[in-house]
């Protein structure tokens, strides 16, 4: 393979560990619904070797890379180690000048709307899912500092769950800061091939985060981006050590919360069913920690089918690719409501708003349960 700079060089390392074993056929949710060897990760990883080694790629090449949802669902799968969402980032990225004018206009005005308070807000809170619902509880000065991430549109769509955390943390003892909604994490950048305007709000928030011991997640989508800050740099990069403290530091807030005694908040008599994101289940590897932490809680979330599936949001997807994304919805849903459940509780921001458009179920973080 001709290599052209370092990203190249990772790209090559990681399609050398595919063994084209085949087993990610299974997990992919666009190969379940497509049927195309082209939209499965085995499948991608060929157009991605291909256009690396110069090859002329087409905008068909694209549009199979585009159909890949990020779920990292093969990464749980593959027992070869292949860091596929890194190689797909690169790929993108290698073959975006192959996009007609269109799309990278909708795709620049979709990421400035989405990351740029100012202008999202003035919307935003027109679908706005949930409001504050409870008193702020005044935090101990002595309280163990810790830093929440704010998130960019958590804060405007759903802001009771960024409440619920900051009045938990305060009654297990701790000072919550929370970063300002300019400070987005970059997953939506880094996602949609704006790599350098991703890595300038990278090295902005290492910059302003990495003397924290302690850095929260209650969005899982956010979190798997802070945790994978220390693989964007190369050893010799100054930005390298302190990404790999920021990274190193960031802990989703079931991880947090793991140990702690929760014995302190009140439960309700309610039927839930939990829908893992993809971001935690495959992103962060926590897969059954937030059902375990429920169940500690006297909840008895149902067993829900294909839970290894994801429900079609995945940051952007929805928007850009609206037919597979609704068609995952629908068989996600179908899913999580076979049990007749009163409420069905998430981790991610984007599921939430995403599944609460197809149900009259009530949809909520599951942060939500302990901070009524």
Not at 107 to 116: D, G, H, I, N, S
Not at 204 to 214: G, L, M, Q, R
Request: hydrophobic letters at 35%; one cysteine or more; a positive charge.
């Amino acid at each position: 393979m001709q290599t052209l700079d370092i990203h190249n060089l990772k790209a090559n390392d990681i399609i050398r560990k595919c063994v084209h074993c085949g087993f990610c056929l299974a997990t992919c949710p666009t190969y379940q619904l497509l049927g195309n060897e082209l939209d499965s990760p085995r499948g991608r990883i060929y157009l991605i070797k291909s256009a690396l080694e110069n090859n002329e790629s087409s905008a068909d090449s694209l549009q199979h890379l585009d159909r890949c949802l990020t779920c990292r669902a093969c990464e749980t799968t593959c027992p070869s180690g292949v860091e596929y969402g890194h190689l797909l980032d690169i790929g993108r990225a290698a073959i975006e000048d192959k996009r007609a004018l269109w799309q990278k206009t909708f795709r620049f005005a979709v990421r400035k709307f989405l990351t740029t308070p100012v202008l999202f807000n003035m919307v935003g809170f027109l679908f706005r899912h949930s409001s504050i619902q409870t008193p702020v509880i005044k935090p101990k000065i002595s309280g163990k500092k810790v830093l929440l991430l704010g998130g960019c549109v958590q804060p405007t769509l759903a802001p009771n769950i960024n409440h619920s955390v900051k009045n938990i943390l305060t009654k297990l003892g701790y000072k919550v800061e929370e970063t300002p909604q300019k400070q987005c994490c970059g997953a939506i950048d880094q996602h949609l091939s704006a790599n350098d305007e991703a890595l300038q709000k990278i090295k902005k928030n290492i910059d302003a985060w990495h003397s924290f011991e302690v850095i929260i997640s209650s969005t899982s989508g956010c979190g798997v981006m802070v945790k994978d800050y220390g693989s964007l740099f190369d050893k010799d990069d100054v930005y390298y050590q302190k990404a790999q403290t920021v990274s190193q530091n960031t802990c989703d807030i079931a991880q947090f919360l793991a140990d702690k005694d929760l014995s302190i908040f009140k439960t309700f008599n309610q039927t839930i069913t939990y829908h893992s994101p993809c971001t935690m289940q495959h992103g962060q590897q926590l897969g059954g920690l937030v059902e375990s932490i429920l169940k500690r809680l006297g909840y008895e979330p149902s067993t829900v089918a294909d839970a290894h599936l994801c429900c079609g949001s995945a940051g952007t997807y929805s928007i850009f690719q609206p037919k597979l994304s609704q068609q995952l919805k629908i068989n996600k849903l179908k899913n999580l409501q076979a049990s007749s459940p009163e409420m069905i509780v998430t981790a991610n921001i984007g599921c939430l708003m995403h599944l609460q458009k197809g149900t009259k179920i009530p949809v909520k973080h599951w942060i939500e349960l302990l901070g009524n």
